[in-house]
């Protein structure tokens, strides 16, 4: 059976990793979860005063030529996990603090550019499904299958929002119904690469679909061409 490379784009809390993981896990191919990366270089700020109600551009572009980020194979669960100088920082790059500045710190374009780069790298095997914002348009423009997830803000706000009380955030429906919509707001508009879906991306607002519907007509979407 052909590899092929699977890019699934969206809004924030649409269920893309947990999608992404699926089809990986049933293909046998590797996951990237580029959110994450984006989400390691926003806790290096956070971590370094680089933050202080906004992001310190300038001292953040300088950091960067030293950052290292990188995925690892956690030997337990067998999925690949974010880190940060060598650090596992899977658990950490969740919280909402982290989320809050995320978006900014990757609507940088040196940041952008860094992060592109090791992605292409990674994704230039076949053999890959990686999710972002930008995966389809920008980073795998080749990939064979491209998928765009979307869904009412509040079904996402109250999706996200379950697994912060998981985790024991001490957060509001609201609070994260604001960073739903701030982050989206963000994304959709800033200069560089922007979250738009790809013109051959197949469209799929998961509002009223349940997680093994999707998958399943994900995955006959990409039994097709394999
Ligand atoms: O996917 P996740 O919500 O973890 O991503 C966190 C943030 O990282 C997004 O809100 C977005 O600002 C940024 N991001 C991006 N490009 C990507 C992946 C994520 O700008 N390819």
Same mark, same amino acid.
């Given at each position: 059976?052909?590899? /092929?490379? &699977? ?7 649409? =269920? ?13 191919? *590797? ?11 926003? !806790? ?6 680089? /933050?202080?109600?906004?992001? @310190?551009?300038?001292?953040?572009? $300088? ?20 880190? #940060? @100088? ?5 658990? $950490?790059?969740?919280? /909402? ?17 860094? %992060? ?18 930008? &995966? =389809? ?8 299958? +491209? !998928? ?5 803000? $509040? ?19 609201? $609070? *994260?119904?604001? @960073? ?5 707001? %963000? ?14 991306? /197949? ?8 997680? +093994? ?9 990409? @039994?097709?061409? #394999?």
């Amino acid at each position: 059976m052909r590899k /092929i490379s &699977i890019a699934i784009d969206g809004h924030s809390s649409t =269920g893309k990793s947990t999608l992404a993981r699926q089809l990986a896990e049933s293909l046998g191919y *590797v996951y990237i979860d580029s959110g994450a990366m984006y989400r390691a270089v926003a !806790l290096f700020a956070l971590r370094n005063d680089l /933050i202080d109600g906004s992001v @310190n551009e300038a001292g953040l572009i $300088e950091a960067l030529r030293d950052m290292d980020v990188s995925f690892g194979l956690n030997s337990q669960t067998g999925r690949t996990e974010i880190h #940060l @100088n060598g650090e596992n920082v899977e658990q $950490e790059i969740r919280t /909402i603090e982290v989320s809050s500045y995320v978006s900014e710190v990757a609507a940088i374009p040196e940041v952008r550019e860094k %992060l592109v780069k090791l992605q292409r790298e990674m994704g230039r095997q076949k053999g890959v499904v990686m999710d972002g914002r930008d &995966i =389809g348009t920008v980073v795998l423009p080749e990939a064979e299958l +491209k !998928l765009f997830m979307t869904a009412a803000p $509040e079904t996402r706000a109250a999706r996200r929002y379950k697994e912060l009380l998981d985790r024991g955030e001490d957060i509001t429906y609201e $609070e *994260v119904l604001k @960073n739903v919509r701030h982050r989206d707001h %963000l994304d959709s508009n800033r200069a560089v690469s922007p979250l738009k879906q790809a013109e051959d991306a /197949i469209c799929l607002d998961n509002s009223d679909m349940g997680l +093994k519907e999707q998958f399943e007509r994900v995955r006959s979407f990409a @039994n097709r061409i #394999l």
